[in-house]
């Protein structure tokens, strides 16, 4: 069973391009989570994605978005990159089980981008 | 808001000795938390978890944390450090909804032969 897959794994960028990572969910699960990781410091939430929607938003600017596509993956999409962005993006995947459980989080290896 | 204060940014500690991280949450629910271990340029991987069962929580690789709810406090300890525990640990607080994860700034633990 393949856990949670990231691409590409690394990537380098300029300032004011644009750019997509992508991100499979482990088998079974249908929902995405994205975080972005600056060096040092914790993962922050960006968003989530469960049935195609975004549901829940971190305080993340509008250059960041994403989809989430039939099959659950899911990309994130960065326009007009900053220096600043230089960070682990890292996907997690889960279940949604319903009620008022906790909905168990699995990470990828991440995507490391670096703007130059 | 929630939010988690991981203290000390750094702990060093001989192969042997006690490891003890320290979290402190603050959540306006009852929350649910988390330690995860990052190694170098890999993800994150869950060590343990809090959902309101046991307040002493027993994880991987030897590792445990105690919730406690007066304290707001939820430390990672490990009786005796191995070489291969050098990483870094990070605490998480989530909520009940979303399940979407509220991570402290990390410790890095590094242990000495």
């Known amino acids: 069973d393949a856990g949670v897959t990231q691409s590409p794994t690394h990537l380098i960028k300029t300032r004011g391009q644009q750019v997509t990572l992508r991100c499979s969910p482990k088998?079974?699960?249908?929902?995405v989570s994205w975080y972005q990781q600056a060096l040092g410091q914790g993962p922050q939430f960006i968003f989530q994605y469960y049935e195609e929607e975004e549901r829940q938003r971190g305080n993340f600017p509008d250059r960041f978005s994403g989809h989430q596509f039939p099959n659950y993956s899911s990309e994130l999409n960065v326009n007009a990159l900053l220096l600043g962005d230089s960070a682990l993006y890292l996907c997690a995947s889960s279940l949604v089980a319903g009620g008022n459980t906790y909905n168990e989080q699995f990470f990828g290896p991440g995507t490391r981008l670096t703007v130059l | 808001a929630q939010s988690v204060t991981q203290l000390g940014s750094h702990v060093s500690v001989s192969e042997g000795a006690l490891v003890l991280l320290r979290c402190n949450y603050s959540s306006s629910v009852p929350p649910y938390l988390f330690w995860y271990v990052q190694y170098p340029n890999q993800g994150l991987q869950l060590l343990l978890k809090y959902t309101s069962a046991a307040t002493l929580v027993k994880g991987i690789n030897g590792f445990e944390a105690e919730f406690k709810k007066s304290e707001t406090s939820f430390h990672l300890t490990k009786p005796s450090a191995h070489m291969s525990d050098a990483a870094e640990y990070f605490c998480?607080?989530?909520?009940?909804?979303?399940?979407?994860?509220?991570f402290g700034k990390g410790t890095m633990l590094l242990v000495s032969p």
């Open positions: 998480a607080v989530s909520d009940r909804g979303y399940s979407t994860l509220t």
């Open positions: 088998s079974g699960h249908d929902t």
